[in-house]
């Protein structure tokens, strides 16, 4: 998979909600990691203690199917969207 083109899913709020919607994506077999989305944000949780967004990332080729799964649990997320 370290070849395959990553493409973000969905922004988390937080660390917290990245785990638990990367850890869901896991269980179903679908690949996902997290991605600050700011190369600021690991330095301002040290520093400040500041919760910041993190993408989730997937494979492309799991795209369509880690957004249907998540569409399942909250029909009006816009994938792409904040979580």
Known sequence: MDDAK????VEAH??????IICG???EKGIPAKKADSSP??????VIGGQAMEVHI???ESFLQEAS????DIDPDLEIGDTW
């Open 24 to 26: 869901f994506l896991q």
């Open 68 to 71: 249907e799964l998540l569409l």
């Open 6 to 9: 990553w493409e973000i899913l």
């Open 14 to 19: 937080n660390d917290v909600e990245a785990d």
């Open 57 to 59: 990332l997937v494979p």
């Open 40 to 45: 600021y944000a690991g330095a301002m949780r």
